[in-house]
């Protein structure tokens, strides 16, 4: 009987080890969180959203083993306000973060940032262990205050805004938008922590350095869960490239930046499965707006979608979304719901089991129901906000402009009574008014509009 009793203990204490050691077990805890942001790439700029000739086979991949969805928005046409909105799950005009006083972004000299009420992502992860890092731009002000730690990062390495606006003396006429600049024109400082690391730093080792971090993070931290937040410097201009990417694509300066990140998500991928992490991991790789247009071949492409960067029209705030999660996410799945970065804040707190903030407006929904095939989308609407005026409403199929501006135009703003009207599934790049024949959906828009105005409060700009 004793024989028996130690065999049985001997069978279960080895079942347990198996256990303990497969990947299976990563479901006793918390999944970690991945979220790989381009800088100004365009909807139409990956291969597997049809560009012709930049080669993009590891998300190409990534979207074969996950999820490519055709409709993902930002809440911004630019970048600060839409890197705010997706650490905060909220439309950037309630915590100051729209822009104001003819300025869009933050700038070097900007005094404020994201105001350290709001709740990060990486702020609400803590309360459940996880550990934390910003790699890349961070964009959401300058000043030691506003950087990455004190919004929830244990970790920050990166730049602290866009890389042109270090600007070394006197630069050539459109010098970030040349295919070969020279790298001395700009003076970009690299951060660790809070404190200046490298200056200048060497552009074109940025992707690769980023990269190098980001894996070596997850690595230390392979035993807890984790939240890396990879917001990428390119395609922003000025463009550079390592010596593995550069001059090698079809497209020139910007597709070998384009390239580079390719790689970069690869490797990331690849390492997430080298440390059996990947069926226990949530990677989204997005872009924070549209392409920009004025930059010539050093912007990128919108696809069949209007305008780019700066704009609400499409081009400016559709972006390419790519969802991965082996075993969890059903391999080849092509998204055509509603969707958007504000998302992954309520997402990834529910994966978590964190509560959202109840002293506020969320504007997020949860896509976990989507995203494992349990559910539709929560989401029926998008708000097209330029700084702090609501220029468009998506509802379903149909979007109602009542301000059109082209990005970076000259021309003023062109008021719109009534609305102009499109419907995207018919016509995604925006090209027939289709007003007349809908007068019950200008009247639905219409209504939603005042709702959402009337309940809306807006905060201050902080910069």
């Not at 350095?209 to 690595?219: K, P, V």
């Not at 990140?261 to 949530?282: F, H, P, R, V, Y």
Request: glycine share 10%; net charge neutral; hydrophobic share 35%.
């Amino acid at each position: 009987m004793n024989s028996i009793l130690r065999l049985s203990f001997f069978l279960l204490l080895l079942i347990l080890v198996s256990f303990g050691t497969s990947n299976s077990f990563a479901a006793v805890r918390p999944p970690n969180i991945v979220i790989i942001f381009a800088d100004d790439l365009g909807y139409g700029d990956l291969e597997c959203y049809g560009h012709p000739s930049i080669k993009t086979p590891h998300l190409d991949r990534m979207a074969a083993e996950g999820m490519r969805f055709t409709d993902f928005y930002v809440a911004a046409c630019v970048c600060t306000p839409s890197r705010a909105a997706l650490l905060t799950g909220r439309l950037p005009i309630r915590n100051g973060m729209a822009g104001g006083q003819g300025r869009h972004v933050l700038y070097p000299n900007s005094p404020g940032g994201l105001p350290l009420e709001e709740v990060t992502i990486a702020e609400a992860l803590k309360t459940k262990g996880y550990a934390t890092a910003c790699i890349g731009k961070w964009h959401l002000g300058r000043p030691k205050e506003f950087l990455p730690p004190a919004h929830g990062f244990d970790y920050f390495f990166g730049i602290p805004f866009s890389n042109d606006m270090e600007p070394e003396g006197k630069l050539p006429r459109n010098a970030s938008g040349l295919t070969e600049p020279d790298p001395k024109w700009w003076n970009v400082s690299l951060i660790n922590g809070k404190e200046v690391i490298e200056k200048p730093t060497d552009q074109a080792t940025l992707t690769k350095r980023y990269t190098e971090e980001a894996i070596r993070f997850i690595r230390e931290n392979k035993k807890k869960p984790f939240f890396l937040y990879l917001p990428h410097t390119f395609p922003h201009v000025p463009l550079f490239a390592s010596r593995d990417f550069y001059g090698k694509s079809a497209r020139g300066i910007y597709g070998d930046t384009v390239e580079e990140l390719d790689w970069s998500t690869g490797q990331i991928l690849q390492a997430l499965q080298k440390e059996k992490l990947d069926k226990n991991t949530l990677v989204v790789f997005t872009s924070d707006n549209g392409p920009w247009l004025v930059k010539d071949l050093t912007g990128g492409s919108g696809g069949l979608l209007r305008d780019g960067k700066g704009g609400t029209w499409e081009g400016g705030m559709r972006v390419p979304a790519i969802a991965w999660w082996p075993g969890k996410i059903k391999a080849g799945t092509v998204n055509r719901e509603l969707a958007g970065t504000m998302d992954l804040f309520s997402t990834a707190l529910s994966l978590a089991g964190v509560e959202e903030p109840k002293d506020r407006i969320m504007d997020g929904v949860d896509m976990t129901p989507m995203l494992l095939g349990k559910g539709a989308s929560k989401r029926d609407m998008h708000f097209f906000y330029y700084g702090d005026e609501l220029y468009a409403i998506r509802k379903g199929q149909f979007k109602a402009h009542f301000v059109t501006h082209d990005g970076y135009s000259k021309e003023p703003p062109q008021r719109h009574d009534p609305p102009a009207l499109y419907h995207l599934g018919h016509d995604p790049s925006e090209k027939f008014n289709v007003a007349p024949q809908y007068p019950e959906v200008i009247a639905q828009i219409l209504e939603e509009r005042e709702k959402h105005e009337g309940a809306m409060v807006k905060r201050e700009p902080v910069y």
